[in-house]
């Protein structure tokens, strides 16, 4: 059986060698490429990051491509080519919420590929902080999850940030039970350590399969994976980076009470991006407490064909029952209609902040 199989693999396996030494030998033509693209940039003192460029190269590839790759599987490849060329320009380096093995950590790899330094910062704070003070290029911070709402730590310091958003990702959120040992029965599980936020997210499942298990709050998913790395019978939520980094085994798969449990991060710093044809623009604004004035602080976006994607308050800290409005409008700042809603909000708002136009998330 074995040698019949191998007989009919060898010459699929012959063929595949073919066609990577062709494509190793293309993808090192494109990084040579990607040097000389580099020396052009340093001469002009340009940005190496381009995110607007990348999602051109990427949507071109996804026409041409005749399958059966899917998109969002040429998405990922190219952007790993993409990162690499990006490392040979000039190293990187992207501060996300740490420990190893969080989301944040996810997201920040699947916007910035392999080849970007990834450092882990303890709280929101300092991964602002590490942007902030040029430590590090870039920033991943978790702006809302589709269970959970917004996280008011992000919003409050985007208020203050120096540094504009030049990206998002929305990343499906899949939460696992991992154990250390591999075929582990959920009967040998007597505690569950996660982030507050997963005991939430996956609340249900727990009460139905681990009624009996006492569930521990940590300060990350990842803390309760280094934990169930290290004790029995304590298991952790966590998701698939997690997992890899802790060499754990999930005793369950996809437990999160919401099948479609995403959350959405944005991308601080580089520099902003140019307009894509599919972007958005994120703004903070604030009105006098009034009545009619949020109604009126909208209407520029209405005249001027400008449609919400989002719209979240936030208290303005004051004593007072003031609050900042966070916006997120469809379009590019550059855009026409947009500069021209942008202006007419700036002209009739007490406060007016624009965070950044970037590229959507596909
Ligand atoms: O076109 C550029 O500006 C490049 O630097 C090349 C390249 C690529 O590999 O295609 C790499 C990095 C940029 O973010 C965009 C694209």
């Not at 059966?68 to 060329?85: D, F, T």
């Not at 919401?258 to 903070?284: A, E, K, M």
């Not at 976006?301 to 007072?320: D, I, K, Q, T, Y």
């Not at 202006?343 to 009739?348: G, I, K, S, T, V």
Request: with cysteine.
């Amino acid at each position: 059986m074995d040698n019949e199989l191998d007989r009919r693999l060898a010459p699929l396996r012959a063929r595949i060698d073919e066609i990577d030494a062709a494509l190793i030998d293309l993808l090192n033509q494109r990084a040579r490429v990607a040097l000389e693209v580099g020396e052009v940039k340093k001469h002009f003192d340009a940005p190496v990051f381009r995110p607007e460029r990348e999602r051109q190269v990427i949507e071109r590839l996804q026409r041409l491509g005749q399958g059966p790759l899917a998109n969002e599987h040429v998405e990922a490849i190219w952007r790993q080519i993409m990162s690499a060329s990006r490392a040979i320009e000039a190293p990187q380096a992207v501060a996300y919420l740490g420990p190893e093995g969080t989301f944040s950590e996810q997201a920040a790899l699947a916007y910035f590929g392999d080849a970007t330094d990834r450092v882990a910062a303890p709280s929101i704070d300092e991964v602002f902080r590490a942007v902030e003070s040029g430590a590090v290029d870039f920033a991943v911070v978790p702006v809302e999850n589709s269970t959970e709402g917004v996280v008011s730590r992000t919003l409050d310091l985007l208020l203050r940030t120096t540094r504009p958003i030049t990206g998002e990702v929305s990343l499906p959120i899949h939460h696992h039970l991992l154990c250390r040992d591999a075929g582990a029965e959920l009967a040998s599980v007597a505690r569950v350590c996660a982030h507050p936020q997963a005991l939430a997210q996956c609340q249900h499942w727990l009460s139905q399969h681990l009624p009996n298990a006492e569930r521990v709050p940590v300060s990350s998913n990842a803390e309760g994976a280094r934990r169930a790395a290290i004790e029995a019978g304590t298991a952790a939520i966590a998701g698939e980076r997690a997992l890899q980094r802790y060499q754990l085994h999930a005793a369950a798969r996809m437990i999160q009470d919401d099948p479609h449990n995403r959350t959405r991060f944005y991308v601080l710093g580089g520099t902003p991006p140019l307009s894509t044809g599919r972007d958005q623009t994120s703004l903070i604004l604030s009105v006098r407490h009034e009545a009619g004035a949020v109604h009126r602080m909208l209407a520029p976006l209405a005249r001027h064909g400008v449609s919400m994607n989002r719209f979240e308050s936030r208290p303005a800290r004051s004593g007072e029952w003031e609050y900042y409005f966070y916006v997120d409008v469809a379009g590019h700042a550059n855009d026409q209609e947009v500069a021209a809603a942008l202006a007419d909000l700036r002209r009739d708002v007490l406060f007016f902040k624009l965070l950044g136009s970037y590229p959507r998330a596909q």
